[in-house]
């Protein structure tokens, strides 16, 4: 059973994850073959020895369970502000589903204790910072596995609670952890992937918004529909492309505005920014595909170490190690930062008379009115910032453990950037899309298309017309929470 993405966007949101009919008979297979194991004597990793360079340390039979519990607490050294409440979700739902496995001897009741946190929304509190994505996400696990034994902090709404207090509130009896418990939560990929994953749900929404940003401000230059062309595309057979084309057609489909300049326009070209769409946010598109594709089969995998096979074999790899993710969460990187430095070169030109035929600055009586001159500067700043952020983490690896653990995937840092970059890219969009349905309104009372005229009458259903200089921000905002709200992005269709 694999868990889709569109389902792992539902848990993001609230909804229960779903496990296979047999995930209880399959780990208690593996927790009886790890018993089996124990009873010979033998080192095991992580079971009844230290962990990274304390491996060779033996650990007493009759102390296994105060090294699960000490691996918890020492553990749990995370720092910053702690994650949002769909992340968690997504952890705590990810780590069920890998431990739902069969694969990492670890307890049926381990799985349902995971779910109950979910069920009842105890939220752990979950410091974002402290992982380096190998030996797994060990710090923000370990905070989230101390909520289950009863310690550490957790969320229930607003209010921030000690474990105990938490799950007495949700009636959740605490954990006793078994042999390999500990390690089993604290040891996996779940945490950046969460966060990888959620930056992709944001970055797809913010490619249709910037879809159909595009598409507005095409019209409102009185900009060509030619280059978006099926031909043209079929040609390259890019499939990205070929898609962002089809929507950009659909979007401009039946606007008198282009209808009124298909004869006799002088201009032959239009500008990179209006012309490649389908090019640039084709290849943006290709790399979320590609992004998500990694990151659901991370979803959907066993990635503790050692592994504890049905047949009872222990075995000791690196599947903890998240390059996959560190990669993923770059390019999502690179598409967000080309999605708005695209974006702002359309703003840019909206706003020169030069390359838009509009008035400078979209504003009626320029001079004693600046119109949107700053609100392209505040574009540009954020293009700087995106771009800045969007170098690579993956190639940054620092070693740790005592050099046990020598190279690592920074794919924690690598995924908790990409907040930041969205919320950039929703303020860029946000000013394209202020400046587009500005641009529109000098060419009443021609109308554009019916899906371009809604998402006009989004914009100006919380900013009116630029008459004359206002207090610039709040227009700004209030089309910014629309953006990321996922308004603009809803009307738009995105072929498969």
Known sequence: MTTQLATLRAIAGGAQPELPQDWRIVTQASADALARRLQTGEALYGVNTGFGKLASTRIAPDRLRQLQLNLLRSHAAGTGAFLPAPIVRLVLALKAMSLSRGAS??????????????????????????????????????????????????????????????????????????????????????????????????????????LMAGAMSVDAARGSDTPFDARIHALRNQPGQIRCAATLRALMAGSAIRDSHREGDSRVQDPYC???????????????????????????????????????????????????????????????????????????????????????????????????????????????ENRALATPRSVDSLPTSANQEDHVSMATNAALRLAEMADNLATILSIELLCAAQGLDFHAPLRSSAAIEQAKGLVRGVAAPWDADRFMAPDMAAVKRLVQHGAFASLVDLPA
Not at 146 to 154: D, F, P, R, Y
Not at 168 to 194: D, H
Not at 305 to 327: C, Q, R
Not at 366 to 377: H, L, Y
């Open 274 to 384: 209006l012309r490649c769409q389908p090019q640039v946010a084709g290849a943006c598109l290709d790399l979320l595909d590609n992004a998500a594709a990694v990151l659901v089969r991370e979803a959907n995998a066993v990635t503790d170490n050692p592994l504890v096979t049905a047949e009872g074999d222990v075995l000791s790899g690196g599947n903890f190690h998240a390059e996959p993710v560190a990669f993923a969460a770059d390019t999502i990187a690179l598409a967000i930062a080309e999605i708005g430095a695209i974006s702002e070169r359309r703003i840019a030109l909206l706003v020169d008379p030069v390359l838009s035929g509009l008035p400078a600055f979209l504003v009626a009586e320029g001079g004693i009115n600046s119109g949107f001159m700053i609100a392209q500067v505040t574009a540009a700043a954020m293009v700087a």
């Open 105 to 210: 001897g670890v307890r049926p009741v381990v799985v349902d204790s995971l779910l109950a946190l979910l069920c009842h929304d105890v939220l752990p509190a979950i410091p974002a910072k402290g992982s380096v994505g190998a030996s797994g996400d060990l710090a923000p696990l370990a905070h989230m596995s101390l909520v289950l034994i009863g310690e550490g902090e957790a969320f229930q709404g607003d209010q921030v609670l000690d474990g105990t207090q938490a799950l007495a509130m949700a009636n959740i009896a605490p954990l006793e952890l078994g042999p390999k418990e500990g390690l089993a939560l604290l040891n996996g990929t779940q945490v950046s992937t969460a966060i990888a994953l959620a930056g992709l749900f944001a970055a797809q929404d913010l490619l249709r918004t910037a």
